[in-house]
């Protein structure tokens, strides 16, 4: 797919390189017949002038229009070059700002691309499972235990579905303010504990760690704070180590409110940082990449934050990992 790509982007850049050179090319070549024609024009301005005055009779009339020619050639010649540097500037401001639209323009057409590939694979696998798991329940007479496992395997994989479909509609939603944030007042410790419980059951292989302040209220809507919980704990697990530790920490600092989701991860280089908070995007190579996703969640939390007037940021963790920070200002 990024193959694809590059080729897609090869061919604009050589597209708009021929189209430069032939450009260039045309204008040097104008330049050089007008300065022929320039050249022409002076030369029978000369011949006019030896038949019509005599040198040697009138010799400061005779300087005085050869004077006047010689500056008109020269005048021309200035006009001539400084039209075709004009020319030339717009030519290639123009060229730069369309490769530029034309570019993005190709990133985003094969992102959505990414994005629906992603979007159509996600839906079908937890379909699938739970699709699966209801007909061995019809089928077969399981044991209590077996049933709760399915049972409880593909109220996961609805709640995984959920999830997905909730980013992809808030995110449509808050982008053209369909969705009304209903903000209340709402204890963010309790929500939070709630959440790491929740993934603390659903995932075995991980140590979470709980460093929250009690009592942070919050005026917030909480379906939003929770999606954005959600996402950064959701990240945490999906790009780091198994056994590896997330740590979920809240503070009050003066009149801020700061959530911070720390993973011992892979972490993020710092040309990526920025990056990541923007539609689809996701870091890396599309056929190298083993990690599920739709490249929304970032971009979810950013629409998220901006709601609620809070800062959205990534550092590195030390000696591993990231620091996803969410700074609510009161
Ligand atoms: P995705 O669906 O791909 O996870 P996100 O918008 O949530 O989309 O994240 C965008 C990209 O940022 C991801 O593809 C991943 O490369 C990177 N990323 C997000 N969270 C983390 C993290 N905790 N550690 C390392 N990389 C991360």
Same mark, same amino acid.
């Given at each position: 797919m990024r193959n694809k790509l590059q080729l897609r982007l090869r061919k604009t850049i050589l597209f708009f390189g021929l189209l430069l050179l032939y450009v260039i090319a045309a204008l040097v070549w104008w330049f050089i017949s007008l300065e022929k024609q320039n050249k022409k024009m002076y030369h029978s301005g %000369? @011949? @006019? %002038? /030896? *038949?019509?005055? /005599?040198? +040697?009779? &009138?010799? +400061?009339l005779y300087d005085k229009e050869l004077n006047k020619l010689q500056e008109e050639y020269h005048r021309n010649q200035v006009k001539y070059a400084g039209e075709g540097i004009v020319f030339l500037g717009l030519i290639i401001v123009g060229a730069a700002v369309m490769f530029r639209s034309l570019r993005r323009q190709i990133i985003m057409q094969q992102q959505q691309q /990414?994005? *629906? *590939?992603a979007v159509t694979h996600e839906l079908k696998t937890p379909i699938a499972i739970a699709k699966l798991n209801l007909e061995t329940l019809l089928k077969h007479k399981l044991?209590? =235990?077996? =049933? &709760?496992? #399915? #049972? &409880? *395997? &593909?109220l996961d994989e609805t709640k995984r579905l959920n999830f997905l479909t909730n980013n992809i509609l808030i995110s +449509? =939603? #808050?982008e053209d303010s369909r969705h009304t944030v209903t903000k209340e007042e709402l204890d963010f +410790?309790? %929500?939070l504990k709630a959440k790491v419980a929740e993934f603390t059951n659903r995932i075995n292989d991980r140590q979470f760690i709980c460093e929250i302040e009690e009592d942070t209220d919050i005026n917030a809507d909480p379906l939003l704070l929770e999606i954005l919980v959600n996402n950064l704990i959701e990240n945490a697990v999906k790009y780091s180590d198994k056994n590896s530790r997330i740590t979920v920490r809240l503070q009050k600092k003066d009149v801020s409110i700061i959530l911070q989701v720390i993973d011992e991860g892979q972490g993020i280089p710092d040309s990526e940082k920025k990056k990541i908070f923007s539609k689809f995007y996701r870091i890396g190579d599309e056929a190298t990449r083993t990690q599920k996703g739709t490249g929304l969640g970032l971009y979810l939390c950013k629409l998220i934050a901006d709601d609620h007037s809070a800062d959205i940021s990534v550092s590195d963790n030390i000696p591993k990992g990231s620091i996803f920070a969410v700074n609510f200002k009161a």
């Amino acid at each position: 797919m990024r193959n694809k790509l590059q080729l897609r982007l090869r061919k604009t850049i050589l597209f708009f390189g021929l189209l430069l050179l032939y450009v260039i090319a045309a204008l040097v070549w104008w330049f050089i017949s007008l300065e022929k024609q320039n050249k022409k024009m002076y030369h029978s301005g %000369l @011949q @006019q %002038l /030896n *038949m019509i005055v /005599n040198k +040697s009779a &009138t010799p +400061s009339l005779y300087d005085k229009e050869l004077n006047k020619l010689q500056e008109e050639y020269h005048r021309n010649q200035v006009k001539y070059a400084g039209e075709g540097i004009v020319f030339l500037g717009l030519i290639i401001v123009g060229a730069a700002v369309m490769f530029r639209s034309l570019r993005r323009q190709i990133i985003m057409q094969q992102q959505q691309q /990414n994005f *629906m *590939m992603a979007v159509t694979h996600e839906l079908k696998t937890p379909i699938a499972i739970a699709k699966l798991n209801l007909e061995t329940l019809l089928k077969h007479k399981l044991d209590e =235990q077996k =049933q &709760t496992k #399915l #049972l &409880t *395997m &593909t109220l996961d994989e609805t709640k995984r579905l959920n999830f997905l479909t909730n980013n992809i509609l808030i995110s +449509s =939603q #808050l982008e053209d303010s369909r969705h009304t944030v209903t903000k209340e007042e709402l204890d963010f +410790s309790d %929500l939070l504990k709630a959440k790491v419980a929740e993934f603390t059951n659903r995932i075995n292989d991980r140590q979470f760690i709980c460093e929250i302040e009690e009592d942070t209220d919050i005026n917030a809507d909480p379906l939003l704070l929770e999606i954005l919980v959600n996402n950064l704990i959701e990240n945490a697990v999906k790009y780091s180590d198994k056994n590896s530790r997330i740590t979920v920490r809240l503070q009050k600092k003066d009149v801020s409110i700061i959530l911070q989701v720390i993973d011992e991860g892979q972490g993020i280089p710092d040309s990526e940082k920025k990056k990541i908070f923007s539609k689809f995007y996701r870091i890396g190579d599309e056929a190298t990449r083993t990690q599920k996703g739709t490249g929304l969640g970032l971009y979810l939390c950013k629409l998220i934050a901006d709601d609620h007037s809070a800062d959205i940021s990534v550092s590195d963790n030390i000696p591993k990992g990231s620091i996803f920070a969410v700074n609510f200002k009161a």
